[in-house]
């Protein structure tokens, strides 16, 4: 390695990453000196295009960094949600009455338009704290707690890393593992699997409230390869086991020739759905396995981050993700770094659009159109700067587009003849301000 090669990997990729997020690396206490707090805010909106989700999000996180490269982490999140989003349900040439998820009140949509529930209205609060310190000359290790509170949702989780550096600390081996129990207390109840919908106030489809628990792994090299390349790859391996089904997501029961859903009987007049509609029922447990590759490369003041990850699960679902990055500096106090990142996916063995009548049932069902085959891509530029006080601030603007396809077996009779996937364009739209005290 060269003379001047940086003494650790932790730190040149503490400076890379800094240097790509526009903020400067903390400068080391010294054992003499008093702790200082680091400050990381952001406000983002993210909004989809049809008056669907709408997300406003503050995020707020600090670090106060102690002697001995001790580091205290508390981290803030608030989410509001609102707007409407698919319920799983077809399009329809005549109009479709569906019964909310409180089961006190219905809603129709018009005759051709996507079916979207416009109850979607939720606010999360979440915390994180987190506490990291070496462990002699070349061991460092990390705990950390995180909880968060939705009107329908709670987690919980507990997570640890252990890494050690080798190589005079040009490479870094290390291992995490996360724990997290989760609480769904779904609006009404969570429905029974393939349970009809029912008229307003009627329950009898639902039951109380259920859990999943999640268990996630992670090792990793992390590998200084010259003064300018930095190169990361991690192996993550995730099971999921509980409850996995979506409470506010129903399929259509189709006719078999014409692809229609089939009408309520008795006829609409009783306040309820209009059609035969029946929830979704995914597997209770998902086991996901992921390879993630990650190069930072320093040429002439200029950052390129590119990143790869493959995941693959047991639902059958197989994922790649390309994601670049470059930090280009406009003078001594401030860059721009535009920003592309490509995602594709194949649906879940269990994916389809609707139910058609008089076939046995499957064993599970979903018609969320996050669990099929689509291609997604993101977009934007981010502007930073230094201020006179030498704190920074940033704004990011940036758009997503995700595009579906819908497998030829699936689709029955009329169902050819229609936009069957909801693809979807959002913004996404970020301040950002880091300051320290």
Request: proline share 6%; with cysteine.
């Amino acid at each position: 390695m060269a003379e001047n090669q940086p003494k650790s990997v932790s730190a040149a990729l503490a400076a890379a990453t800094c240097s790509l997020l526009g903020s400067m690396p903390a400068v080391p206490v010294q054992a003499e000196e008093e702790p200082d707090w680091d400050f990381n805010t952001a406000l983002l909106y993210y909004g989809e295009d049809d008056d669907r989700v709408q997300d406003l999000s503050l995020n707020i996180l600090a670090r106060r960094y102690y002697v001995d490269d001790r580091t205290l982490t508390l981290g803030l999140t608030v989410d509001t949600l609102t707007g409407a989003t698919p319920n799983g349900a077809i399009r329809q040439n005549v109009p479709q009455t569906f019964t909310r998820p409180s089961g006190s009140s219905a809603y129709t949509v018009p005759a051709g338009e996507l079916p979207l529930d416009d109850t979607f209205k939720d606010t999360r609060a979440a915390i994180t704290v987190g506490w990291e310190q070496p462990l002699g000359r070349l061991w460092k290790t990390s705990v950390g707690f995180s909880a968060s509170r939705e009107y329908d949702y709670t987690h919980l989780g507990l997570n640890g890393s252990l890494s050690r550096d080798f190589n005079k600390r040009n490479t870094t081996v290390s291992a995490g593992l996360a724990l997290a129990h989760d609480i769904w207390d779904p609006v009404g109840g969570a429905p029974i699997p393939f349970a009809p919908m029912l008229d307003v106030g009627d329950t009898g489809n639902k039951t109380g409230s259920d859990t999943k628990d999640i268990i996630d792994a992670v090792i990793g090299v992390t590998q200084v390869i010259s003064r300018r390349l930095l190169v990361q790859l991690n192996y993550s391996f995730s099971n999921s086991s509980g409850y996995l089904t979506d409470p506010y997501k129903i399929l259509s029961l189709v006719d078999g020739t014409t692809g229609d859903t089939i009408p309520r009987v008795p006829a609409p007049g009783t306040e309820g759905p209009s059609h035969e509609f029946r929830f979704e029922n995914r597997p209770d447990e998902r086991t996901k396995h992921s390879l993630y590759g990650q190069a930072k490369y320093y040429m002439s003041g200029k950052v390129l981050d590119a990143s790869y990850r493959y995941m693959t699960d047991d639902w059958e679902i197989d994922s790649h993700t390309v994601d670049l990055r470059l930090r280009w500096p406009l003078g001594e106090y401030s860059y721009i770094e535009p920003h592309l990142r490509f995602y594709t996916q194949s649906e879940a063995d269990f994916y389809t659009i609707s139910l058609v009548d008089d076939v046995e049932l499957p064993a599970y069902a979903s018609a969320d159109y996050r669990l099929g085959n689509f291609d997604a891509i993101t977009a934007g530029l981010k502007y930073g700067w230094r201020t006179s006080s030498g704190n920074e601030m940033s704004v990011r603007a940036e758009i997503y587009r995700q595009n579906g396809t819908i497998p030829g077996d699936l689709l029955f009779g009329n169902q050819a003849g229609r936009e069957s996937y909801p693809d979807l364009d959002a913004i996404i739209l970020q301040f950002s301000y880091h300051f320290s005290r």
